[in-house]
């Protein structure tokens, strides 16, 4: 083939969504358009989307992963400071029982620049790479979980964010700078009937002359309560006709007749706005409170008849569900690199409790049901970690790289694995796991913070996107390339003859792929690459073509149905981010430089072998299942069939 020719097993792309919304009603509709249309496209696509699709890729994740040379020493000595000040200044008991971040603390992270971590030094931040951000946010979550949501929230979520992506050079001198100084910013997005779902979004922004008039309330806005700055999302009034030939897209056009009439979509035309939090008509409802992060600064904010300069925008009016999407895709990391932090600590008061706690003349770390869980902890500390460090690799490399699986893999995988984690920690601490700080303390025992933690951190499966969202969101961007074959053949609303031709090359497309994926082949391995480490990325290769040839016969089993089949479709979230882990792991363990390289190996050994039962286990539960059954039996117990296993309660 010829440099410029087409990659016959690269799925063509379409200019439109190609998903069959006919069937859908008009809820439905308006929420999945408003999302498809504010998805991110990637020509260039990421190794787990390659994976996906049966193709094996590691090239995309191979290089170095530790930061520039001329950043690693000005960041070395930025995370030792910011250690000692932790240590230090940062007592995170009182905070958790107070509730409240002293302002010595909060001056004191200004003073560090822990505010602006990210942001390029032209505009007052560190201009530090995102490794060295999500180390720092590891390092601050290990202490103390409140201070690193007050701080991620801020610089992952808020006003730093979609400015360094979506900001005019204006906007960025303008709000920069206050931002890193320290001046708090929060996010402002959902809202009581809007959570996953952007098409009910109720706040509006009208215009007014050079501005925009906000009404509207959210909800959980972090760092809302004690913000300066605030992102906020709200509709605006669909485009008149007049913007048309101004560089704005045009309105979606009608439906097609086909016998009857397809209802006009009305798309939800969302806009992101940098609004300043003490402008006349803001008020803070209500602070909430919650099980853990007793010091989270989050609010019900309510916006009466705002005025918001039109030069606030950000991003395009109507370019705001991108903007948020976008946002919480380069923001996602910071979780997981919390969840690493709770690990190793997590990992390092069992291991120190295990060796002291004598039990039946050993200690309990001898006995091989306590053993199980250190060295699963371990494993799934180094996991994360190589998982984390990987994926940020990619971004320092390109800040447009396309990484929105391993960063959703990254936060779905790395939560759930911290809260094993702990919950094993608490397991192995007993009665002293569930004993309060202050308890343990009073009592002359060593206040191992489990409690709190397991408090702080229950939380981390569900903020910045659900483990259940996280599992949807890995499928629909999995299924893209599929969509693109073989969506328009599938599209009740298209002339059949175009559905005609688009079932055409999709066969032939399919006629070349399929085969792939019982051949093999796919990107060459570097030689000086360890033999262990190759046989694991040999086999990723094999089980990701294995997972896309099980993915595409049950796309033929179940056709269009397939996208509510949501238990199955986590069962390939899972198989895929479990084979991202063994990959990611060989990477980082090729360069590791820390401990030996036998325990090295021996590690990447563990977490391959846990993975691969996991792997094989999904698989298994693809073909058998009871899914069918269950769903039945959920919706009898909604209808109140089964009230009867209620009974006997107060």
């Known amino acids: 083939m010829g440099k410029n020719s087409p990659d016959p097993l690269t799925p063509p792309t379409q200019p439109e969504s190609v998903i069959d919304m006919s069937k859908m009603n008009e809820g439905q509709r308006a929420a999945l358009q408003a999302t498809e249309a504010a998805r991110e496209t990637h020509d260039d696509i990421s190794f787990v989307a390659h994976l996906f699709m049966g193709r094996f890729r590691p090239e995309k994740l191979l290089g170095p992963i530790d930061v520039p040379p001329a950043e690693r020493e000005r960041a070395e000595k930025f995370l030792a400071e910011l250690a000692a000040f932790l240590r230090e200044r940062v007592d995170p008991d009182a905070i958790d029982r107070t509730g409240e971040i002293p302002d010595a603390v909060m001056a004191g992270l200004a003073r560090l620049g822990a505010y602006g971590i990210k942001v390029p030094r032209e505009y007052g931040g560190l201009g530090f790479s995102q490794t060295t951000y999500c180390r720092a946010c590891m390092l601050i979550a290990s202490h103390c979980m409140n201070t690193f949501a007050h701080v991620s929230v801020h610089q992952s979520v808020g ?3 979609p400015l360094m992506l979506f900001g005019t050079e ?3 001198r303008r709000f920069l700078p206050r931002v890193a100084g320290g001046e708090l910013s929060a996010f402002a997005l959902t809202e009581r009937g809007v959570g996953s779902d952007p098409a009910r979004l109720t706040t509006t922004a009208d215009p007014d002359g050079d501005d925009f008039v906000l009404n509207g309330e959210k909800l959980w806005c972090s760092n809302g309560t004690r913000a300066k700055l605030l992102i906020v999302a709200a509709k605006t009034p669909a485009q008149p006709a007049a913007n048309v030939g101004r560089g704005l897209p045009p309105p979606p056009p009608p439906g097609e007749r086909r016998g009857r009439e397809t209802p006009p979509y009305k798309p939800t035309r ?18 909430c409170q919650f099980m853990g992060l007793r010091a989270l600064y989050n609010g019900v904010i309510r916006f009466t008849n705002v005025r918001v300069p039109r030069a606030n925008l950000v991003g395009g009016e109507g370019r705001g569900l991108k903007v948020a999407l976008t946002t919480l895709t380069a923001g996602r990391l910071s979780i997981p690199s919390a969840s690493i932090g709770t690990a190793k600590k997590s990992l390092a008061i069992a291991r120190q409790w295990s060796a002291e706690r004598v039990q039946w003349g050993v200690p309990i770390g001898r006995h091989a049901a306590i053993a199980e869980k250190i060295r699963r902890m371990a494993a799934h500390a180094f996991a994360m970690e190589a998982m984390l460090l990987v994926t940020c690799r990619i971004v320092d490399r390109d800040k447009h790289a396309d990484i929105r699986l391993e960063a959703a893999m990254c936060k779905l995988w790395g939560t759930e694995k911290a809260w094993q984690c702990l919950d094993d920690l608490m397991q192995i601490r007993g009665g002293r796991g569930y004993e309060t700080v202050e308890s343990l303390r009073a009592r002359g025992e060593r206040p191992d913070p489990v409690e709190r933690m397991m408090r702080d951190n229950r939380i981390t499966t569900i903020f910045e996107g659900s483990s259940e969202i996280m599992r949807l969101f890995i499928m629909r961007e999995a299924l893209d390339p599929h969509l693109r074959v073989a969506g328009i053949a599938l599209h009740s609303e298209k002339p059949w003859r175009e559905r005609m031709a688009a079932a055409a090359r999709a066969a032939l497309f399919y006629a070349r792929w399929l085969p792939r994926q019982w ?12 033999p262990r480490l190759r046989r694991h990325l040999k086999r990723v290769a094999g089980l990701g073509r294995r997972m896309a040839r099980t993915l595409f016969w049950q796309m033929v089993k179940f056709g269009p149905k397939l996208e509510k089949r949501q238990v199955l479709l986590g069962r390939f979230a899972d198989i895929g981010s479990d084979l991202f882990v063994v990959a990611a792991t060989c990477v980082y363990a090729q360069e590791q430089e820390k401990g030996s390289r036998e325990n090295v190996l021996a590690l990447v050994d563990d977490v391959a072998a846990q993975a691969y039962a996991r792997v094989d286990q999904k698989f298994r539960e693809i073909s058998h299942n009871a899914d069918d059954a269950g769903y039945a039996i959920a919706q009898q117990v909604l209808a109140g069939e089964h009230g009867w296993v209620e009974e006997g309660i107060v």
């Open 519 to 530: 051949i093999g082949g796919g990107g060459a391995l570097p030689a000086e690459l360890d």
């Open 170 to 172: 204006e906007q960025k």
């Open 159 to 161: 006003v730093p964010q």
């Open 270 to 287: 969302i806009t992101t706005f940098v609004v300043e939090a003490d402008s006349p008509g803001i008020e803070v409802v209500h602070r």
